[in-house]
């Protein structure tokens, strides 16, 4: 059975790509900084949970460590937003979304690399965003962390090649969960507009699909990745956008 490690697994995408996964028959170590709740989980006899708060490097080695079995598929998508312009920007904020978007990934790649490389076969799916991609106003933080994410994808995907690693980043628009929710609280606030107006005109103002996302079609293209039939495509940026990028 292989195994796959997700982080933010208690919530949004990561909970969907665990339970996916599990129904997939994986073997599957959920973990989050927040208690996961099991009983949510519907294959939760395939899944185990950790609490750990990612910007704890040695937590997060020691996880690795204390799974025992090696893990096969490594699922970096823990994350949060913090929306605010740059002068207000609190360093500390900041600091804490790169060790969590960005060295939380390289610690845990580093911690199951081995194993990967003794087997021979090994996935690392990042979930970056289209703000790997391009920038938006107020997000200065999160868009350098999605984007140093995306460049570690490509590293990785160069140094797994020989070993049967293979290593891509998931470049999502706006999907619905509650991170999104808070941010489009955030930005009424911010702009002083209705919060139906920041769904219309300011998420998905560039998009040419106007609907948000469901963290199943994130979930399912993951899933993809892990197949033996994704065993050459690596380190590439897979944007699933609402055709926001097009343009
Ligand atoms: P979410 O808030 O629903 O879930 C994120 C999870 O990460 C939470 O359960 C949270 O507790 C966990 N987490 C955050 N900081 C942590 C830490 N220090 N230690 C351990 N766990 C921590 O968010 P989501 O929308 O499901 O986002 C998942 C990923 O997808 C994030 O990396 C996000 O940047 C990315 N993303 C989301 C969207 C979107 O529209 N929702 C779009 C593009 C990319």
């Given at each position: 059975?292989?195994?796959?490690?997700?982080?933010?697994?208690?919530?949004?995408?990561g909970?969907?790509?665990?339970?996916?996964?599990a129904q997939s028959?994986?073997?599957?170590?959920?973990?989050d900084q927040?208690?996961?709740?099991?009983?949510?989980?519907?294959h939760?006899?395939?899944?185990?949970?950790?609490?750990?708060?990612?910007?704890?490097?040695?937590?997060c080695r020691?996880?690795?460590?204390?799974?025992?079995?090696?893990?096969?598929?490594?699922?970096n998508?823990?994350g949060?937003?913090?929306?605010?312009?740059?002068?207000?920007?609190?360093?500390?904020?900041?600091?804490?979304?790169?060790?969590?978007?960005v060295?939380?990934?390289f610690?845990?790649?580093q911690?199951?690399?081995p194993a990967?490389?003794?087997?021979?076969w090994?996935?690392i799916?990042?979930?970056?965003?289209?703000h790997g991609?391009?920038?938006?106003?107020?997000?200065?933080?999160?868009?350098?962390a999605?984007?140093?994410?995306?460049?570690?994808?490509k590293?990785?995907?160069?140094e797994?090649?020989e070993?049967?690693?293979t290593?891509?980043?998931?470049c999502?628009?706006y999907?619905?969960?509650?991170?999104?929710?808070?941010?489009?609280a955030?930005?009424?606030?911010?702009?002083?507009?209705?919060?139906?107006?920041?769904i219309?005109?300011?998420?998905?103002?560039n998009?040419?699909?106007?609907?948000l996302?469901s963290?199943?079609?994130?979930?399912?293209m993951?899933?993809?990745?892990?197949?033996?039939?994704?065993?050459?495509?690596?380190?590439?940026?897979?944007?699933?956008?609402?055709?926001?990028?097009?343009?």
């Amino acid at each position: 059975m292989r195994t796959a490690l997700v982080t933010g697994a208690a919530s949004g995408i990561g909970k969907a790509i665990a339970i996916q996964l599990a129904q997939s028959g994986y073997k599957v170590l959920a973990v989050d900084q927040h208690v996961i709740a099991e009983a949510e989980l519907t294959h939760s006899k395939s899944i185990e949970t950790a609490t750990i708060d990612l910007s704890d490097f040695k937590a997060c080695r020691a996880l690795v460590k204390d799974f025992g079995a090696g893990i096969d598929v490594l699922v970096n998508n823990a994350g949060f937003q913090h929306v605010c312009a740059i002068e207000d920007f609190p360093l500390a904020t900041w600091q804490k979304m790169q060790d969590v978007m960005v060295t939380a990934p390289f610690v845990l790649t580093q911690a199951v690399w081995p194993a990967m490389k003794a087997k021979g076969w090994g996935r690392i799916i990042n979930i970056a965003s289209v703000h790997g991609l391009v920038a938006s106003l107020y997000k200065s933080s999160y868009i350098t962390a999605k984007h140093g994410l995306i460049g570690l994808t490509k590293t990785l995907a160069l140094e797994g090649g020989e070993h049967g690693i293979t290593a891509n980043a998931i470049c999502p628009g706006y999907v619905r969960t509650p991170l999104v929710e808070s941010q489009i609280a955030d930005q009424a606030r911010l702009l002083n507009i209705p919060e139906e107006q920041v769904i219309s005109d300011v998420m998905l103002k560039n998009a040419a699909i106007k609907r948000l996302l469901s963290a199943d079609e994130i979930a399912a293209m993951a899933l993809y990745l892990c197949t033996d039939a994704a065993g050459c495509v690596t380190g590439s940026s897979w944007t699933i956008d609402q055709g926001w990028t097009a343009q």
